[in-house]
Each structure stands twice: as C-alpha cells, then as structure tokens.
C-alpha cells in the first residue's frame, strides 16, 4: 500500500492581531503611558484619567499595566462601564471585578465583605476559575436611581474598606467612564466624584474616548474639575511603529522592502486602523511569497472589498446633504463654504454645510480641528473617494486613493475647544 504523502506545512499565523486585548509579542511601544498607569495603580487614592480616542489601545495598555501590577502583588482591574444599562450594572462590574482579581484570597475575605456591604448578592461560581463571584439581586436593577447609586457607593466604600484592613494595594480601572454620565448627567458625575474622592486605600484610573464629553466633564464648575492627573494616550511614534511594523513582517518570513512607513502613512494615526491594514498586507504578501509594488494597493482594495457593505449601510443611513460633505472632504475641498463647492457639490446653503458637519461629527464620521474636518475612519475614507467621488466627476484609481489618505489632513489627536465648526457669517447689505 503506498505511503501518504504527508500534508503540507501549515501556512505562519499572522504576525499582526486586531481582535480583543493585544497582548505580549503583539503589543508594541507604550512604555511612558504604562509607566504612569502602573504608578498610579500602585499609588493609594491616586487619580488618573487616561484619554485619547478610539481605537488607539487604550484597553490593551490598561490591561498590561494592570498586568504588570498583579506581578508587583498589588490587586487591579479593569471594570469597562461600556453597555451598562443601569448603575446596578456599574456596581456589579466592579464587584465581580474585585473578586476576580482577588481570586482565592477572595474567599477568605467574602463573609466580610458581604457583611460591610449590607446588600442582597447572590453568589455563582465563574466559569472559567470556579470563584464565587457575588452578583446584586436582581431587583436592583430596577431600584429607584438613589437606591442604586447607594448600592455602587457601598460597593466602592466596601472595596476601600477591605484595602484598609487587609493591607491590600488595590487599584481600579474605570474603562469609558464617561458613560456614568448615562445614569443622570452631572449629578451622576457629582455622587461619581463624592465617593472615590473619600478614597485613601484604593488608587483609581478613569478612561475614556468620548474627548468632548470628558473635556466637558472637566470643565470649571464641573465634577471632576482638577480631580485627576491626565495622561493622553496618543499615536504610536511613527519611525517605531513602522519599525516594528517590518520586523514582524521579516519575523514571517517576508522581506518588508520599506513598506512599513506606507503602510502607518496610509493607516494613521489610530493604532487599529495601522495594524489591521498592515494584517492585511501579510494576508495579500504572504500566498506570493514577496512583498512588491502592489501589495499596499492590492491590500487596500481587499479591505474595501471585505468592509463594502458596513460601508454602503453607513452612507444609506445618512441623508444627501452629509452625504455631499463627505464627497467635499474627501475630494479635499479647501473652502467647504465658497461658492464654487457649494456648486460642485450641491449644497443649498453655508448653514446647510455648517449643519451637516455638526452631525457628521457627532455621529464620529469626521473628526475636526481648527475648522478642518478629516474622516474618522481611513478606510471608509476610501470608500467614499471609489464609490462617490465619480459622482462628481472624479475617479481615483486605488494608487492614487493610497496618495490621497497619505496626503489627507490627520485626525486630532485631542479635542478641539469647540467640537463644531462655527456657522459662517453672513456678510451685510448695504
């Protein structure tokens, strides 16, 4: 009986991650940012608020911070208050947050816990460690919103309390914290402020994207006016990053021939939107063997290809005047407001335009400083210069679409003073 030939060799794994928490071989850079966060973590009643906006690495900095913390002894963890829908929700991530990060020391100091706080929980074991994980009763959940803020008060007290007497560090991450403005706007963030600010056992590190709500939560008469130390968490360097960029590239065995500033050119300056193109660039390269002329080109047009259809509900969801902005901008009109654009582009007047943006930019299609609006997404960006800049005449071939994201004005790193561009004046008569 003749011999099977054995399979082949399966293909490298991609050296790049865009999914979930990047960790280890695939997190780059950060050491100022982790520095900061992981002496505050260490720190008791320390305040920081890391921001910077989306899609930068926010989570995955926290989470090896935090990393690093745990292998001091200390206790951290990150509690995200994203998709909460109550503030017995918030309480729960924190609670459970705790435990975990406890682990079995939890045990030893659960009936204490549970004594001091003096609210129902119900305990089950986690699925993955076997810890009991305690949860508020159900009810709570639909609790008047001052018994529910009581309940997050004495969870947070109870973990303050529980450092104190145990002499345990611990530190607590409040990831996009800016949602507790959710649960009853400025008095969520007062009775926010009045509980960590009582806090001497437990350092604590608010984060979030949302820059003009958290600069306006900042703001003079504001909860959190001069509460916390701020740290932005911005670009990567670009030199490391392209550096590191073609090392993982050559690590698989691909020769990078330079790509690696191109690609954090094309990509910038968000951290995500850099490394998914630069996935894509080994998934192109790597059947071929090589990197060439085209491989950015050709990776391009792969992840319009694969983004097309969240891309064409995006732009079915807008109506036609943001619509005809977004052709402006990406056709890189100077003067959105003259003459000549509302013609080409087909607005009926400057309000029309100044209105338009304001939604654009609330809804984190554009960003904008200084009057100058960029496209939050790069690739979506792209999209829009292929699939509706011919309908004003102007057809770019993917080369020249890669010029133009290259070219095109970057997004703010931080928030503008005013988020919306101011209405144009209108000139006098007589």
Do not use: C
């Amino acid at each position: 009986m003749p011999r099977r030939s054995p399979p082949p060799p399966a293909p490298p794994a991609n050296p790049f991650r865009i999914s979930g928490i990047v960790a280890g071989e695939h997190f780059t850079d950060r050491a100022d940012e982790l520095r900061r966060i992981e002496q505050a973590l260490l720190e008791p009643g320390d305040k920081l608020l890391v921001f910077g906006r989306r899609r930068m690495g926010k989570s995955s900095t926290l989470d090896r911070a935090i990393e690093h913390v745990t292998e001091r002894d200390a206790v951290a963890f990150r509690a995200d208050l994203s998709g909460a829908t109550t503030v017995t929700d918030v309480a729960n991530r924190i609670l459970q947050g705790t435990s975990r990060a406890l682990g079995r020391r939890w045990l030893d100091i659960l009936a204490g816990f549970l004594k001091s706080l003096t609210l129902r929980v119900t305990l089950s074991a986690d699925p993955v460690t076997g810890i009991a994980l305690p949860t508020l009763s159900l009810e709570g959940r639909i609790h008047a919103l001052d018994e529910q803020r009581t309940s997050l008060e004495r969870v947070l007290d109870a973990v303050d309390e529980t450092a104190q007497q145990r002499g345990l560090q611990i530190g607590i991450v409040l990831d996009e914290f800016q949602n507790i403005h959710r649960f009853g706007g400025e008095s969520a963030e007062w009775h926010l402020r009045s509980v960590i600010e009582r806090h001497r056992h437990v350092a604590y590190v608010a984060a979030g994207s949302e820059l003009s709500l958290i600069e306006a939560m900042q703001g003079e008469g504001r909860a959190f006016y001069k509460l916390f130390r701020l740290l932005h968490h911005g670009p990567i360097d670009p030199e490391h990053f392209a550096r590191w960029i073609e090392e993982r590239l050559a690590g698989a065995g691909l020769e990078p021939a330079g790509i690696g500033a191109r690609i954090v050119a094309t990509g910038g300056p968000r951290t995500r939107d850099i490394v998914e193109l630069a996935r894509t660039v080994y998934d192109v390269a790597s059947p071929r063997g090589a990197i060439g002329e085209t491989t950015l080109d050709d990776a391009l047009r792969e992840m319009l290809e694969s983004n097309g259809e969240p891309f064409r509900r995006l732009w079915e969801e807008l109506p036609p005047s943001q619509q005809n902005v977004l052709r402006a901008v990406a056709a890189g009109e100077p003067k959105l407001y003259g003459r000549a654009s509302r013609d080409r582009f087909g607005f009926k007047s400057t309000a029309e335009v100044a209105q338009a943006i304001e939604w654009l930019v609330r809804r984190e299609v554009l960003t904008i400083d200084a009057r100058t609006p960029a496209f939050d997404n790069p690739f979506f960006h792209a999209w829009v210069i292929e699939r509706a800049l011919p309908d004003v005449g102007i057809l770019e071939s993917t080369t020249d679409i890669v010029r133009s994201l290259q070219e095109s004005p970057v997004p703010p790193a931080l928030p503008a003073p005013v988020t919306t561009p101011p209405r144009p004046q209108r000139k006098r008569r007589g």
